[in-house]
């Protein structure tokens, strides 16, 4: 029980948790000392060598104030003609911490609480039904202090004593500010053995501290750690004691669990703020600075978590969940969090849907809160917020998606193109005025033929023949969010250089053009299913001139890379987007669920109706791990690459969003799709996010593409060797018969758990963490499958790819969930037992879905229908339509 550490007990007795480690004030101990010391430690002292003997003479004349003389006076004799050895204090001979420690476990419990039922882990053989913590007995009667995380939310839990004694307790005090609780046990009138509580005040920095619990469910633990500081305070949610020191904060009285009162114990309420005093406070800038220089170290790229496992390797750092790492970035977030809401509160989406436009009013307020310059930095008059941040403030702002979206291109393409790729002169030009809202930013990009083909634009940029440093950008571009408002386009254009032959090289770059430049021509808005007042509209170029210097962002051809990391920022913030639509969503259906009644019961004790609401809330907290374990990776490197991770993440969360809009559709009734009706505008507005920058399709499709690529590489002998059966017989022969076993067989035979994910989690979720090993193996399996079935035709078996791309998205959300859960596990979140619960379920139900996905792939067309469907479709096309008759027709 190590929170526990901080609470001391009385020096006087035994029972201490903070025995001085040089005390030698205490005359019970240096009596002991002239008495009892054997004749064969005198002779084990003779062997020593003589560094040995010096320093334990330097020990024995710091801790008696007398000065060290240069050289010893005689082997092993002082001015007083005794052995050294014996002045050596008593706490140096012997093990002190192992005696009080038989001293205090006896009065250490072992707290079981029971967690709620859980039908579904049925299949799994290890007990998963209790949590653990620690605690201890306080009085004779069976009062026990424990933490209040461990004990939330529950009136009876079970009580292990030291000597194998078994209780039922009763909670009867829970203080969660203090972290605190109070348990009471019938001892039926026997006498338990009990420590004091002792007085924090007389403690002195450097002293020794035992703490003696039941941490991470092992049983009776020792740590042996030192007061560090008297004064010190730490964040709120940041433990006492650390791996390598404890630190005592002030003291306060808490009645309500004072047995008597001469008893206190240390509590986190008016401790001194880190923004008030101490060295921290007068250096505070340069620390945040310095801590978020660590976050990017040199050249630090990270590795490609999700592109490596589809050669069964994975990189266990991921599991260890990002956070915040600074005081200030927390107290940031919980401030722009409280303004946003009140925000978003005083919209009124209605009057956005029938004027199909945003109020002035609306931009205002926004650039009143800085919302157009939440990743400027400060210099630039801007927030200066880490994608996390960011990411965290998108979500709060997605209750109004319209408002939500255009902010979202103005960030993520405007925005962030200056920050990463702008040269010095184009950032200090742009970002100020962006920051204050008087330059709005959007990306021109799609087009009318070319779809989700970026490569197949027809926008070209070619060299003026006056001036070799102007290009002239012609072209067409379609669907431009907040055409009609902003003033600065980020074009995508296909840019023409003329070589030493008179042959053009197509190469992609990106350029800023002015709303008021000579030919720029802009379309009324358009109107959509959803997203009113977006601002969509088509915009003309025609003979726009541009400066390379002052416009181009970038090398010129540099575009296609630009584009392809910019779509990582865009896909991670629109899946933030998501979970704050999911959050609001599930707000609205539980209070339907709540107040509504059905058959004479209320919705919400309706099997069929909590099935709903329990995807809904797994489905948000899976997109919300993932989300922001992207953005943490963003934060943490330099270079991030989170190509495959990012295109995960927002196919995920904008499928699951709009799923879980039917779903509370459904719990609503016909309610829910009149006009106006928060659902009904809920779903037409999320409804076009999944086709934003590139469909989900497509991007299923890109996303296994470039898993598969990263594979060929190194299985490319073995693929080789599989689909030349006649040079190489004795492969393909192995090769068959291993095919020829069942499915069960071919996945479960060779499997071994040689990651050891188990040990990067919290003991409680080692199952998961096995789920996700298997599933990393089965991956392997698959993608050896499907390039030796395919080989070079494997990009035009559509229906393989969509498998692997399925199965990798389940690894990338079973990844999150496990870190996010371990962590808030580990450190007492609220609610955490919630999460850790369903990190179980839907680590199992991912398995199957995995284990189905890899049997359809190891079977042939025919068995797994995909044949017949593409002859179907077909048959369909030829027709040009639905070609079965009515079953009204005759033919007689």
């Not at 003779?46 to 006076?73: G, V």
């Not at 496990?818 to 979140?829: D, Q």
Request: some cysteine.
């Amino acid at each position: 029980m190590y929170r526990f550490a901080r609470i001391l007990f009385n020096r006087q007795k035994y029972s201490s948790f903070y025995i001085p480690l040089l005390s030698t004030r205490n005359e019970q101990y240096s009596n002991k000392i002239n008495s009892s010391i054997p004749f064969t430690l005198l002779l084990a002292t003779s062997s020593l060598s003589f560094y040995e003997i010096f320093k334990r003479y330097r020990l024995y004349a710091l801790s008696n104030n007398e000065p060290i003389p240069s050289t010893p006076k005689g082997p092993l004799i002082v001015d007083n003609q005794k052995p050294l050895i014996e002045k050596v204090p008593y706490s140096k001979q012997y093990n002190f911490i192992a005696d009080v420690v038989e001293h205090v476990a006896p009065a250490v419990v072992h707290i079981e609480v029971d967690l709620e039922s859980m039908p579904y882990f049925g299949h799994f053989n290890s007990s998963i039904g209790t949590t653990n913590g620690s605690g201890f007995i306080i009085n004779e009667t069976g009062l026990i202090l424990t933490n209040a995380h461990v004990v939330r939310n529950k009136k009876h839990v079970k009580i292990k004593l030291a000597d194998g004694q078994r209780f039922t307790g009763t909670v009867e005090h829970v203080d969660m500010v203090a972290d605190l609780a109070v348990v009471q046990i019938d001892s039926k009138q026997q006498k338990l053995p009990y420590l004091n509580l002792g007085d924090s005040d007389k403690i002195r920095a450097g002293e020794h501290c035992i703490a003696v619990g039941s941490p991470l469910a092992l049983s009776s633990t020792v740590t042996s750690e030192f007061v560090s500081n008297e004064n010190s305070s730490t964040d709120d949610d940041e433990p006492y004691l650390t791996k390598s020191n404890i630190t005592k904060p002030n003291k306060e009285i808490i009645e309500q669990v004072r047995p008597t009162s001469e008893e206190s114990i240390i509590t986190r309420k008016d401790r001194p703020r880190l923004e008030e005093e101490g060295l921290e406070y007068e250096y505070k800038d340069e620390l945040d600075a310095l801590r978020r220089k660590e976050r990017l170290t040199v050249d630090s790229t990270n590795t490609q978590y999700m592109t490596i496992v589809f050669n069964g390797e994975f990189d266990r750092d991921i599991l260890t969940y990002p956070e915040l790492l600074t005081k200030s970035e927390s107290t940031q977030m919980n401030t722009l969090c409280e303004r946003l809401k009140k925000f978003t509160d005083s919209i009124d989406r209605n009057k956005i849907e029938r004027d199909n436009h945003i109020d002035k009013d609306i931009y205002k307020e926004m650039c009143k809160l800085k919302l157009h310059g939440l990743i400027i930095p400060e210099e630039f008059n801007g927030l200066s917020l880490n994608s996390q941040l960011s990411v965290r403030m998108f979500e709060e702002l997605a209750v109004s998606p319209t408002i939500t979206t255009q902010l979202l291109a103005h960030t993520e393409y405007g925005v962030r193109s200056l920050l990463v790729y702008g040269t010095d002169e184009q950032q200090r030009y742009y970002l100020p005025e962006m920051a204050t809202g008087n330059m709005i930013a959007t990306a021109c990009i799609t087009e009318a033929h070319s779809g989700s083909d970026i490569r197949n634009i027809e926008t070209t940029a070619t060299v003026s023949n006056t001036d070799p440093n102007t290009y002239i950008i012609n072209g067409k571009k379609m669907w431009v969010t907040n055409g009609l408002n902003a003033n600065v386009f980020l074009v995508y254009c296909k840019t023409k250089e003329r070589h030493t032959s008179d042959d053009y090289d197509d190469r992609f770059s990106f350029f800023l053009v002015h709303r008021d430049m000579p030919g720029v021509n802009i379309s009324p808005p358009i109107s959509t299913l959803g997203l009113r007042g977006l601002g969509l509209t088509h915009i003309e170029f025609k003979d726009v001139k541009v400066n390379v210097a002052h416009h181009s962002i970038g090398q010129l051809g540099e575009g296609l890379n630009i584009l392809r990391n910019l779509h990582g920022y865009v896909r991670t913030t629109l899946s933030g987007m998501c979970v704050g639509v999911g959050k609001r969503l599930i707000q609205l259906a539980s209070e339907r669920a709540i107040q509504r009644e059905s058959f004479s019961r209320r919705l919400m004790d309706q099997g069929l109706i909590q099935k709903r609401l329990f995807h809904m809330e797994i489905d948000t907290y899976t997109m919300e791990s993932m989300t922001y374990l992207t953005s943490g990776i963003l934060d943490s490197f330099s270079m991030p690459v989170i190509s495959i991770e990012s295109a995960l993440t927002k196919i995920f969360a904008t499928d699951r969003l709009y799923r879980l809009a039917n779903d509370c559709l459904e719990i609503f009734g016909v309610e829910g799709i009149e006009i106006g009706h928060p659902v009904e505008q809920y779903l037409r507005d999320i409804r076009p996010w999944s086709m934003f920058d590139v469909p989900n399709d497509v991007l299923r499709l890109l996303t296994a593409w470039e898993g598969v690529m990263s594979v060929s590489t190194v299985i490319h002998d073995f693929v080789r060797k599989i689909r030349n059966p006649i040079h190489f017989p004795g492969t393909k022969l192995r090769h068959l018969l291993t095919s020829w076993t069942t499915q069960a067989q071919a996945m479960r035979a060779p499997f071994t758990f040689k990651h050891d994910l188990w040990e990067k989690v919290h003991p409680s979720l080692g199952i998961p963490a096995k789920d996700l090993e298997y599933a990393i193996f089965v991956l392997r399996n698959v993608t050896k499958e499907t390039l030796t079935k395919s080989g070079r035709d494997i990009i035009d078996n559509q229906l393989y790819l969509r498998r692997l791309s399925e199965i990798v998205m389940e690894i990338f959300a079973m990844t999150a969930m496990l870190g996010r859960s371990s962590r808030a596990y580990s450190i007492g979140l609220k609610n955490c037992e919630h999460e850790t619960e369903m990190t179980f379920l839907y680590c199992k139900h991912a398995r199957l879905r995995i284990d189905r996905f890899a049997k359809e792939v190891h079977e042939h067309g025919y068995r797994t229908g995909d044949e017949h469907l593409q002859h179907l479709a077909k048959r369909m096309l030829i027709a040009k339509g639905y070609p079965i008759t009515t079953p009204l027709e005759r033919t007689y």
